[in-house]
């Protein structure tokens, strides 16, 4: 009602009739403050029991999917790629004593006896005595320096009177030879080999009734004309005794096959070859010496032993000034899902945690553990102040110090997290998950040990065949990481060292 409004001049009834209207007014506005009241109280009640986790009064968070990026095949079939040197001596000894096994006997000979004009003239060539052998470089060249004694019996003839007459003689001379080497990448030696001359022991004579016949001459000549014969067949005595295929193809196949590692966790150690490094070949004490790498892939498998059928073939040779000597080998420790729960369980089931000053307090009374990708997922079963189950997760890591498995950044899960600001927030101080942080380790230190004593065992002085020899030591232990599969928790550690394969002599 308008304020300037005199009120006497106001009719009874219509005053009345405004101040019922002013009444009805009042009561309408008066419900809808009621109305707008009571909506409040509602909406502020139900978000109270939105707050709850459930109508039964628990937690339940949304469960962290389970995810696996890597199989436990993936882990223990894991490549590192190793060197194993093999330093190769092959004795002169060796060379010439197979050289001289292999000529022996009568080398050559001439039947011919032809009347063209000049003095006819046949001959036989025998190996007087063993052929020695030297080695050594000129201008970066490996030289090979044969020394070939022979025996020579030679026949001549000479026309008297219109008649022929012959006579024969026998006589000694040694021959040097230098043979120029080098390897090819299929593995075959070539050779160029060179006469360096000769000199007589016991020189040729020959009378023919009562004429002296020049027979050194004649020798001379046919010496001559026959040194290309004889370098090519010195050429290929070389080609075939000095054979690097053999000894490397054993060590190939020998390095190929798997050998036991450990015997209480069935623990193999397999070496998958790559390529062959080899050095240029170099003459010291009396080898013949140079260094084959043997470049692959060592891998460790768990279970039986990994079936490796024999090869007959090598990969090109590859010639580099050194090979190295580095070796690597990852070694697993693993932990099913089942054993790191019951160690979990045993660690932190029990315990109570209490917050703001004794205000409030739980009680785990259950864990279970999985994994989502890099993550391990922790389900932990509370009760106390407030009940259910609740997620976090964390990234597992080999500790060296400790030699265990442990977690950094355990954090709540997200869904969990979102839940606790609602419900409990007082949940989220970090003392349960700093404390289950500090607790959870997971021993996998005496599997790793006992492989690696395995390994550094088999390299001490480890006699893979006769005249092959595997020699090393493992130096440095070094974690790779922590991998998530779906049946265990496996941590990879590297071993790493030296390994040398010593194989000596021609077979």
């Known amino acids: ?214 027979i050194t001459g004649l020798v001379s000549k046919a010496i001559d004309s026959n040194l290309g014969t004889i370098t090519q067949a010195l050429d290929k005595q070389v080609r075939t005794q000095i054979d690097l295929r053999t000894p490397v193809l054993r060590a190939w196949n020998l390095i190929r096959e798997p050998y036991l590692l450990s015997d209480e966790f069935k623990t193999w150690l397999s070496v998958v070859p790559r390529r062959v490094l080899i050095t240029p070949l ?60 019951a160690l979990a369980q045993k660690q932190v089931v029990g315990k109570s945690f209490s917050f703001r000053d004794g205000a409030y307090s739980i009680t785990v009374a259950s864990l279970d553990l999985y994994g989502q990708n890099d993550n391990l997922i922790i389900k932990a079963g509370i009760t106390g102040s407030v009940t259910g189950d609740i997620y976090l997760r964390g990234q597992p890591y080999y500790d060296p110090a400790t030699k265990t498995v442990s977690l950094k950044n355990l954090v709540y899960d997200l869904d969990t997290k979102n839940l606790l600001q609602r419900a409990a927030s007082w949940l989220l101080q970090g003392t349960l998950a700093r404390t289950l942080e500090k607790n959870l380790n997971f021993p996998v230190g005496d599997q790793i040990d006992a492989v690696r004593a395995s390994v550094q065992d088999r390299l001490r002085n480890y006699q893979l065949a006769k005249g092959v020899t595997l020699k090393g030591t493992l130096n440095e232990i070094r974690p790779d990481q922590v991998y998530l599969t779906p049946t265990a928790l496996v941590a990879v550690v590297y071993a790493s060292g030296k390994v040398d394969m010593k194989v000596a002599g021609l077979e």
């Open 282 to 341: 170099r003459f010291e004490q009396g080898e013949i010496r140079t260094s084959i790498g043997l470049e692959g892939h060592t891998l460790t498998t768990v279970g039986p032993k990994p079936v490796v059928r024999p090869t007959t073939t090598l990969p090109d040779l590859t010639v580099v000034n050194t090979v190295k000597d580095d070796f690597r080998v990852g070694i697993i420790g693993e932990v099913t899902y089942p054993e790191i729960a």
């Open 1 to 214: 009602m308008p304020r300037n409004r005199n009120l006497a001049t106001v009719p009874p009834r219509l005053r009345l009739s405004e101040r019922v209207n002013e009444i009805k007014r009042e009561k309408v506005e008066s419900g809808g403050r009621l109305v707008f009241t009571l909506s409040l109280f509602i909406s502020f009640t139900l978000s109270l029991f939105s707050c709850q986790p459930n109508r039964t009064g628990r937690l339940n968070p949304a469960a962290p999917k389970a995810a696996y990026t890597t199989t436990i095949m993936d882990v223990r079939n894991e490549a590192l790629l190793s060197t194993v040197n093999i330093p190769v001596g092959i004795a002169l000894a060796d060379v010439e004593r197979q050289i001289n096994n292999q000529v022996n006997g009568l080398i050559y000979e001439d039947n011919t006896f032809d009347d063209d004009g000049s003095t006819p003239f046949m001959t036989k060539v025998w190996k007087r005595a063993p052929i020695g052998v030297k080695a050594g470089v000129v201008q970066g060249d490996s030289l090979f320096y044969f020394n070939v004694p022979l025996k020579i019996w030679a026949r001549a003839g000479k026309k008297v009177l219109g008649l022929m007459q012959t006579g024969e003689t026998s006589f000694e001379i040694d021959i040097r030879f230098a043979t120029r080497f080098s390897i090819d990448p299929d593995w075959s030696v070539r050779t160029q080999t060179k006469a360096e001359g000769y000199e007589y022991v016991t020189k040729p004579t020959l009378r023919i009734v009562g004429f002296d016949v020049p």
